[in-house]
């Protein structure tokens, strides 16, 4: 996502530059590649969606690339303003045929979560959902915790706030990958524990960057906890039994 901005402005410097220099013969090579090459992106990247009106445009456009790539390859009788106009106009329209493929079939699909993305074939995943018996729990829970959850990251936090209206800790930014270590020391996490105002933790994916946060360990190593559906919920009120160690 971080390149997108820089990307654009690439594409659009460059056809710009190019169509400035439209009447020579290597920018009209050049441009008859990149109209083929698009209009064939086009039709590959719409390829995924079913839906009526992509499937409309995926032709459409590999049909406006075709033409304006060969207008720009071959020589006319005509007048070329007539002929430029022509191209602009079907570059035009393979330029915002995917965008316009992509936002049909968005607005027509809901969405939840942090991150819910444009797509011309939507795929749903549980990221930014509350699990339903969490949620459940968290909304039956009558005791008064100033907290009832503590997780890591808002990405996390907020869905289980925003689905059970009980108030959230969300460590370490908005995806729980500033120092949670500094920004809330071990120390400071057991003190509130102990003064009983958390009273669930929600773990990290194991394999992720805050599984190794020294709260995470702590908590999971020291505590009880019961699964809801991939989720690990970690309950401070209840502590693991002592280990006794073998003889």
């Known amino acids: 996502m971080a390149l997108v901005p820089a990307i654009a402005a690439l594409v659009g410097i460059g056809a710009v530059e190019l169509w400035k220099s439209r009447l020579q013969r290597d920018a009209q090579v050049a441009a008859s590649v990149i109209l083929t090459v698009s209009g064939l992106w086009v039709y590959y990247l719409l390829g995924s969606s079913d839906t009526v009106i992509v499937q409309w445009i995926r032709p459409s456009a590999l049909m406006s690339a075709s033409v304006a ?37 968005t ?35 009558t005791s008064n915790y100033r907290w009832e959850v503590a997780a890591i990251g808002t990405q996390t936090g907020a869905p289980l706030q925003l689905a059970s209206n009980r108030p959230v800790m969300a460590l370490g930014g908005f995806g729980g990958s500033r120092d949670v270590n500094n920004s809330m020391p071990l120390p400071r996490f057991q003190k509130l524990v102990n003064e009983k105002q958390i009273d669930y933790f929600v773990a990290p994916k194991a ?24 989720t690990q919920v970690y309950d401070l009120a209840r502590a693991l039994p002592p280990r006794t160690e073998k003889q």
């Open 207 to 230: 394999k992720s960057a805050a599984a190794k946060t020294e709260i995470n360990i702590w908590v999971t190593s020291n505590f009880t906890h019961e699964t809801f559906g991939s």
């Open 107 to 141: 607005v027509r699909s809901s969405h939840h979560g942090s991150s819910p993305t444009a797509s011309s074939s939507r795929v749903d995943d549980d990221h930014g959902k509350a699990d339903p018996r969490l949620v459940e729990l968290l909304r039956n829970d």
């Open 69 to 105: 790539a060969v207008l720009f390859g071959v020589e006319t009788s005509g007048s070329h303003v007539q002929k430029h106009l022509t191209i602009l106009g079907l570059f035009l329209a393979i330029a915002f045929s995917g965008p316009a493929a992509y936002a049909s079939a």
